[in-house]
């Protein structure tokens, strides 16, 4: 099941279950918001940002993905949650390496990036600040 939660138009939640065809899902779901806010400039890398976090929690966790997009005064926040309580790490992959890139790419892309562990060790969130380009 989807769940969309609205908060008057700043911020945007899903919760997806963890399966085959929720990245394109949420990928669809951030460029309707997007469309919606009037952020379509945004589009292109905050959807490879989705993409990315989603297909890592996919990778590696069993249980409900969470996405948030939250809009700010400049910034677009975004935050991918799944039950599983380890980070993870920017790495540097050989150049024939088919994996590796995600956090690399995050972290080039956004202004600030980072993961909360939940207190109750029950899951964690990662998270990425887009700037808002200015019109």
């Keep these: 099941m989807i769940v969309l939660i609205d908060t008057e138009g700043v911020c945007a939640e899903w919760t997806f279950p963890a399966e ?45 993905i969470g996405l948030r997009l939250s809009r700010r005064r400049d910034s677009l926040f975004v935050e991918v949650s799944d039950p599983v309580t380890q980070g993870p790490r920017e790495r540097r992959p050989h150049h024939d390496e088919e ?20 207190p109750a060790r029950t899951g964690k969130t990662v998270w990425c600040e887009l700037p808002i380009p200015v019109v």
């Design 99 to 118: 994996r590796g890139r995600g956090i690399r790419l995050l972290s080039r892309q956004s202004r600030n990036w980072g993961t909360s562990v939940d």
């Design 20 to 64: 085959p065809g929720v990245a394109r899902r949420a990928r669809d779901l951030t460029r309707e918001r997007l469309t919606d806010w009037g952020l379509a400039a945004m589009t292109d890398v905050t959807i490879l940002v989705v993409s990315e976090l989603v297909t890592n929690s996919l990778r590696y966790a069993h249980g409900p």
